[in-house]
């Protein structure tokens, strides 16, 4: 089987998690995804099978739209919710008077070309290992910034603590980091609360299945989008299948 379907990745599932749930459910030998989603994040995961694997690179340099929120108050050791409090804002009368203005004016200035440094707690490998995986050990790596681009930021609803905002951004937008910068910006300690990917180039969560539906079914043969499909005209299939 050769194509893609797209699943609504639950939080607490690591992307592999549901690379290995297809592959075992419906007994596909060849199974990756296009992009990894942080565990704790939701939302459309695209899913290779078979000759579709070879196209990961394809698939991972699509742009992402994603919607989430921030903490206000408080920051942790892994820059979301599953982390430790590391530092806890104490000035009451500060924090009230934050207004949505001064949010919107740091969105706004983020918007464009951003460098930002892959977290500590992230997928990416090192030596054989996940950032992540190392940071659990208490170890430390040094990363060079990535440059990434924002196309909209845009601040969705302000109910303090609670920061809900709208992006579309490039390959390499680490939302923890860009928290990191508005961390920065504002002068007040934050963490990523909550992360909802709504987009992956043109899949769409509204057409993703979530794994309790994928349980159910026999087959994916209706989930499947072929490869003729995905990557539209232009694109060299000799050169990614030869």
Known sequence: MDGIILIDKPKGFTSHDVVDFVRRRFGIKKVGHGGTLDPEATG???ILLGKATRIFSYIVEMDKEYRGSFYLGKATDTGDGMGKVIYEEKDG???RNFKREDIEKVFHS???EVYLTPPMFSALHYQGKRLYELAREGKFIERKPRLAKIY???LINFSPPL???HISCSRGTYIRSLCEKIEEQLGIPLYLYSLRRLRCGNFLLEDA???DTLRE???LENLVIPLEKICGEGFSWSKQFR
């Open 110 to 112: 983020l918007t464009g």
């Open 93 to 95: 009368d500060k924090l």
């Open 217 to 219: 079914i026999g087959s």
């Open 152 to 154: 909209f930021l845009k």
């Open 163 to 165: 920061v809900d905002f």
């Open 44 to 46: 459309v995961l695209v």
């Open 209 to 211: 299945v979530d794994l």
